[in-house]
C-alpha cells in the first residue's frame, strides 16, 4: 500500500514580491509560518508583542535565508490602542497587504482584563484580531489573490459565547475561556466570509486550525494542571511547529482553496497530519451567531467594515 502523500511546505508557490503580516511570529506557529513564507520569496512583517524577541527570530531566519526580507513590528494585540497604531504605520509604509495571518494566541493564563478592560484571551485571540482585519481591509483590498487567515481550534467545538459574563466576572475557567475565544475565531472567519461574499470582495476569509502541537502556547501563559496536563504530560504526543503550521500555511498559498474553508490535520481526531478541509461546527457556522459576535465586537473596538450579509 502507497504511503499518503501530504501537502508540504515544499509546495508553496512562489511568493516574490507578496506581502504578509503574520501575527504572534517570533515563536510557535507564527515562526514556522514566517521561516516558510520568506524561503518561498514572501516579504513577511512579523507582528509581535516583544520587539527584542522579534528582532531575534528575524535574525534567525535571515541567518538561515540571507535573502530573507522580513520587518519586526511591534503589536499587543490586547490593547486596541496598540492595534490602531500598527496598523496606521503599516499603512503608511505600504500601499498594499496580500496575506494577513491571524496567529497570535495566548491561552488559559489567570483571569486579567485588557488595557480597555475585556477577558484577556477573548481580547487578544479575537477582539485584536477583528480590529486589525478591518483596520487592514483596504489595504487587503489592493492585494493580489488576498486572504486573511485566521487560526482557530478543535476547542473551538467545546466553546459557546458568553454574552451575560464576557470578561468571567461572575464565574471564570481558564479553558472555558479559552475555548470561548477559539470559538470567537471560528465564528468571525466564517462571518467574514459572509460578508466579503456579499460584497462582491476579491478578499478571502479562511480558517485554520494546527492540531496538537508543541509551542510556548501550552506553558507560557497557564497554570496548575492545565499547564502540567498540556506542557509536560501530553508534550511528548505534539507534533512540531513546522507540521503545525501547514494547515495556516496551506490557507494562506495553495491557489485552489476557496473563501470560507476550513483547514487543520487529516489525522486521528485532527491532532496531527497534513492539512485537508475539516468540519466547522454548526454552533460556530450559525449565521445569527455571527451576527451578534460581529455587532458586539464593532462595539467593543470602535471598528466598523463591511455591511452584513443578506440573510
Known amino acids: 500500500m502507497k504511503k499518503k502523500q501530504h501537502w508540504t511546505a515544499d509546495r508553496i508557490p512562489d511568493q516574490t514580491e507578496r506581502v504578509f503580516v503574520v501575527t504572534g511570529a517570533n515563536s510557535g506557529l507564527g515562526l514556522a509560518t514566517t521561516r516558510a513564507l520568506a524561503r518561498k520569496g514572501g516579504h513577511v512583517v512579523l507582528a509581535v508583542r516583544d520587539v527584542a524577541r522579534g528582532r531575534l527570530a528575524a535574525a534567525q531566519i535571515t ?14 494585540l490586547a490593547d486596541l490602542d496598540s492595534v490602531r497604531a500598527f496598523a496606521g504605520r503599516l499603512r503608511a509604509d505600504h500601499p498594499r497587504l496580500d496575506v494577513l495571518v491571524n496567529n497570535a494566541g495566548v491561552m488559559a493564563p489567570p483571569r486579567s482584563l485588557s488595557a480597555q478592560g475585556h477577558e484577556v484571551q477573548f481580547a487578544g485571540n479575537h477582539l485584536g484580531h477583528f480590529a486589525l482585519t478591518g483596520l487592514l481591509l483596504d489595504l487587503l483590498a489592493e492585494g493580489h489573490n488576498s486572504r486573511v487567515v485566521t487560526v482557530s481550534s478543535t476547542n473551538h467545538r467545546q466553546g459557546r459565547l458568553h454574552f451575560d459574563d464576557l470578561s468571567g466576572e461572575r464565574t471564570y475557567s481558564p479553558m472555558k475561556f479559552y475555548n470561548q475565544s477559539k470559538f470567537a475565531n471560528a465564528v468571525f472567519g466564517r462571518e467574514l466570509h459572509r460578508r466579503l461574499t456579499a460584497a462582491d470582495s476579491s478578499v478571502r476569509s479562511l480558517l485554520a486550525h494546527p492540531g496538537y502541537t508543541s509551542t510556548n502556547l501550552q506553558t507560557s501563559a497557564p497554570v496548575g494542571v492545565v499547564k502540567v496536563l498540556f506542557g509536560r504530560i501530553l508534550a511528548p504526543l505534539a507534533q512540531r511547529p513546522e507540521q503545525g503550521a501547514l494547515p495556516q500555511l496551506y490557507a494562506a498559498t495553495a491557489p485552489d482553496v476557496r473563501g470560507g ?8 481526531a485532527e491532532l496531527r497530519g ?6 466547522l461546527s454548526t454552533a460556530a457556522a450559525d449565521p445569527e451567531t455571527g451576527r451578534r459576535l460581529w455587532e458586539l465586537s464593532e462595539r467593543l473596538t ?4 463591511l455591511s452584513p450579509a443578506a440573510p
Open 302 to 305: 470602535g471598528v466598523r467594515f
Open 274 to 279: 497534513g492539512p485537508t478541509h475539516v468540519r
Open 261 to 268: 474553508a476550513f483547514i487543520g490535520p487529516d489525522g486521528f
Open 63 to 76: 541567518a538561515e535565508q540571507p535573502d530573507a526580507t522580513l520587518e519586526v513590528r511591534r503589536l499587543d
